[in-house]
């Protein structure tokens, strides 16, 4: 069963290295341990359902309206293990097709109800939490409208429910010998519907694309009616509206089929590490193989503080210390980057992905590292996130910001993020760690994730108020670099007040049109991606 109150799978367990938290101990300060609130405390905090109709389709049952109540952004993960949550759906809806989403849409109209659609809840932006004070609003959980629905053999298409998680996703396409290759960081609990309604990115997208390429078409239920969306290969017959739906976070309606592109299961695939002198050799490396549209399907490129904070979250993995040694003598010193880059396809394709990053390494005065740190990289690329919780017991609070520019300004947005982080609590006597790599990149440029930590407050409140001050500082430094502000996780109610920076008046305008177009009684995920007035307008 999935844990309630914080990442994955409640019988999973991925402790954090002692080496890992002596080292955030020399650079933040010790980790202040809080108590959680218990599931029964929780419970009994819970806001009343203020539901005034009753259906068979609704359950308002406080366990099941918690576990529907937040996804898993740094603010959902204060108000869970606090118990303090200042709201929760009044009740949660588990529909098994069409009609019972037409059945939803006619009772919330005729209720003055809203309605939040709820994939695999691993939003970090805000996606499933209402404010407090809004209408009553009903969870629509997309559990059971899950699995492959039609795979066709010659096209490659296949046409799944929107509540399909990745690993199900996965095995069904394997029995056909297909992939869809979309592998982001939250692979094993996020869901296909949730992958197009925020426009999601998957680690090896540099073979197989990111969610907008494998997008062919589906079906999105509206309160307006009906959007079927052909998946032809190619068509030019006006604006493609796919484009529409893909990034639409369940402002416009519900997503309810998806189909695919899919790709023949690769013959071998694995990860191999080099380590460069530091991170402008490391961007180099990366421009350079993605310029040549070298057959990689990932590279991925940390900084100096992210490759330390990476070789020290490894615990004592025997001959480290040899081999950095090593890595001195070849002029590889402290300012060394780790880059990881996969190699996917059949012998030949492999074979030319292998030889093309070494050349670039070498040019770039690199080593190509051993085989285990590729290993170990790939082995713990969906593991890693348990760790959060192990920071989380030991007074660490974790958060990530990432964001996508031209080349141009990604060596800028680096330290302008970064820096503001470090320097974001400095007021409250409090330091922050804060480290980035590139990754998901392209011809013109790359995405930038940055991961950053800092001490848990004593009152669930300051932390609250100290993370609003990082986000803040992080989304200004991405808007005045330059860059997107976001690449991966959607727009959601933390960054909505942002986006007019990046499309103007007229693209949110635009928006704002369609969503009274689909929703022109305001039902859907009310304050998500566009603000509640623009709408209103």
């Known amino acids: 069963m999935r844990r309630w109150n914080g990442w994955g799978d409640e019988g999973v367990s991925v402790p954090v290295a002692p080496e890992a938290l002596v080292h955030l101990e020399r650079l933040i300060g010790p980790g202040r341990s809080q108590p959680d609130a218990s599931l029964e405390e929780t419970l009994a905090r819970l806001p009343a359902s203020r539901l005034s109709v009753s259906d068979p389709l609704l359950s308002t049952e406080p366990a099941e309206r918690l576990r529907h109540a937040r996804g898993q952004s740094l603010p959902d993960w204060i108000a869970l293990r606090s118990g303090r949550l200042d709201w929760a759906p009044d009740a949660v809806a588990h529909p098994s097709g069409l009609d019972d989403i037409r059945a939803l849409f006619r009772l919330a109209a005729a209720d003055g109800t809203a309605l939040i659609p709820y994939g695999g809840g691993t939003s ?53 010998g297909r992939t869809l290759g979309h592998f982001p960081q939250s692979y094993e609990a996020s869901t296909i519907g949730g992958w197009v309604a925020t426009r999601s990115s ?102 100096a503080e992210e490759t330390a904070t990476l070789l020290a979250a490894g615990g004592r993995r025997r001959g480290l210390r040899a081999y950095l040694r090593y890595l001195g003598l070849r002029g590889i010193g402290s300012e060394r980057c780790m880059l990881i880059a996969g190699v996917t396809g059949d012998d030949r394709t492999v074979r030319a992905a292998t030889d093309a990053l070494h050349q670039a390494v070498r040019d770039q005065r690199g080593v190509i590292g051993p085989a285990g740190f590729g290993r170990a990289w790939a082995a713990d690329r969906f593991r890693s996130a348990y760790q959060r919780n192990g920071l ?33 609590l400095a007021a409250d006597g409090e330091r922050v760690h804060a480290f980035s790599h590139a990754s998901h990149v392209y011809p013109s440029g790359s995405s930038v994730y940055t991961t950053y930590l800092f001490r848990l407050a004593d009152d669930p409140d300051e932390t609250l108020r100290r993370w609003r001050i990082l986000k803040a ?64 307008r």
Do not use: C, K
Request: glycine share 14%; charged share 20%.
């Open 202 to 303: 998957g680690q090896q997208s540099l073979r197989y694309g990111r969610i907008e390429s494998l997008f062919a078409g589906g079906h999105l239920e509206a309160p307006a009616g009906g959007l079927a969306l052909a998946p032809f290969p190619a068509s030019a017959a006006g604006p493609d509206l796919r484009q529409l739906v893909l990034g639409s976070e369940g402002r416009l309606g519900i997503v309810t089929e998806v189909t695919v592109r899919t790709s023949p299961r690769p013959a071998h695939e694995g990860f191999l590490a080099a380590f460069l002198p530091d991170f402008a050799h490391g961007l180099a490396v990366a421009r350079a193989l993605a310029d040549e549209r070298a057959p990689l399907s990932m590279i991925r490129v940390s900084t």
């Open 473 to 536: 500082a992080a989304s200004r430094a991405i808007v005045e670099g330059g860059g997107t502000i976001s690449h991966q996780h959607g727009v959601g109610r933390d960054h909505a007040s942002y986006l007019p920076a990046e499309i103007g008046p007229l693209g949110i305008a635009v928006l704002a049109d369609a969503a009274r177009r689909f929703d022109p009684g305001g039902l859907m995920n009310r304050g998500a991606l566009l603000d509640d007035d623009e709408v209103a």
């Open 392 to 424: 989380w017991d030991a007074g660490y609070a974790v958060d990530t910001v990432e964001t996508a520019s031209t080349w141009d300004h990604v060596p800028a947005i680096v330290a302008g993020v970064t820096g503001a982080l470090r320097d974001g």
């Open 124 to 176: 970090v932006a805000g996606h499933l939490t209402a404010r407090p004070g809004g209408p009553p609003t009903i969870a629509v959980a997309l559990d059971r409208m899950s699995g492959l629905g039609r795979f066709d053999e010659r096209s490659g298409l296949a046409t799944f429910g929107p509540g399909t998680i990745g690993p199900r996703l996965e095995a069904e396409l394997g029995a056909h």
